[in-house]
């Protein structure tokens, strides 16, 4: 399991690539999907104040990770995680060669474009 997901704020917008989603459309904001998710909960289990709380503020609870001492105590909630993609490329050297490959962000293209800081 990879450890490069990073949770999405509720205002972030999602364009899905799949058809299999809990919301009417392809693109919705975070949002949106948890509001499709509490219908959802709510027309099958009904619904608590405690439900709620799964999307909002948090339910009390404790963990025990693998390696601690003890359980921790705090709240756990539902959120979205998002997980960057890693392009790579190979450098290409003068000589025309392939050098070592390195990460290319999307943002490198604007960089070399920006005047350059004295």
């Not at 809990?22 to 219908?39: H, K, Q, Y």
């Amino acid at each position: 399991m990879s450890d490069n997901f990073n949770a999405l704020k509720r205002d972030d917008v999602v364009s899905l690539y799949s058809d299999e989603i809990l919301v009417t459309n392809r693109t919705f904001t975070i949002s949106e999907f948890i509001t499709a998710m509490m219908t959802i909960i709510k027309a099958q289990a009904g619904w608590t104040v405690v439900k709620e709380k799964w999307f909002g503020e948090g339910i009390d609870c404790k963990i025990l990770k693998p390696g601690a001492k003890s359980w921790q105590r705090g709240k756990v909630r539902i959120t979205l995680e998002f997980e960057p993609e890693k392009l790579e490329v190979a450098e290409i050297t003068e000589s025309g060669k392939s050098a070592d490959t390195k990460v290319v962000s999307p943002l490198d293209d604007l960089r070399q474009k920006m005047p350059k800081e004295s």
